[in-house]
């Protein structure tokens, strides 16, 4: 059974920091693409940030500047370091990981999610 455990969420004034990990376990497959996805209340979840293979990262606009994702191949882990937090960014994030068998077949797979707020 694929499972993706999420930390570091929590509450945070503007202007401050967090950084969230996923790490997965029980994947039968490589991974491909590890990202985060974020979903504010009434909104539609929303691309945060993602890295395809070995290529660099691809940023929403918002958070450009401010938020940078990383990855440990070896662990199958990926990070989330957000900076110069605002309110606009609180919401729940979701890790994203997608694997692939090197044929046809693709697999996504989804974090719990880890709630992040950001207000005084």
């Given at each position: 059974?694929?499972?993706?455990?999420?930390?570091?969420?929590?509450?945070?004034?503007?202007?401050?920091?967090?950084?969230l990990?996923?790490?997965?376990?029980?994947?039968?497959?490589?991974?491909?693409?590890?990202g985060?996805?974020?979903?504010?209340?009434g909104?539609?979840?929303e691309?945060?940030?993602?890295?395809?293979?070995?290529?660099?990262?691809?940023y929403?606009?918002?958070v450009?500047?401010?938020?940078?994702?990383s990855?440990?191949n070896?662990?199958?882990?990926v990070?989330?370091?957000?900076?110069?937090?605002?309110?606009?960014?609180?919401?729940?994030?979701?890790c994203?990981?997608?694997?692939?068998?090197?044929?046809e077949?693709?697999?996504?797979?989804?974090?719990?999610?880890?709630?992040?707020?950001?207000?005084s």
């Amino acid at each position: 059974q694929v499972q993706l455990v999420e930390s570091g969420g929590g509450l945070v004034q503007p202007g401050g920091s967090l950084k969230l990990s996923c790490a997965a376990t029980g994947l039968d497959y490589p991974i491909n693409a590890m990202g985060w996805y974020r979903q504010a209340p009434g909104k539609e979840r929303e691309l945060v940030a993602i890295i395809y293979g070995n290529r660099a990262p691809n940023y929403a606009d918002p958070v450009i500047g401010r938020f940078t994702i990383s990855r440990n191949n070896a662990k199958d882990t990926v990070y989330l370091q957000m900076n110069s937090l605002k309110s606009e960014d609180t919401a729940v994030y979701y890790c994203y990981i997608g694997a692939d068998d090197g044929l046809e077949s693709e697999y996504e797979y989804w974090g719990q999610g880890t709630q992040v707020t950001v207000s005084s």
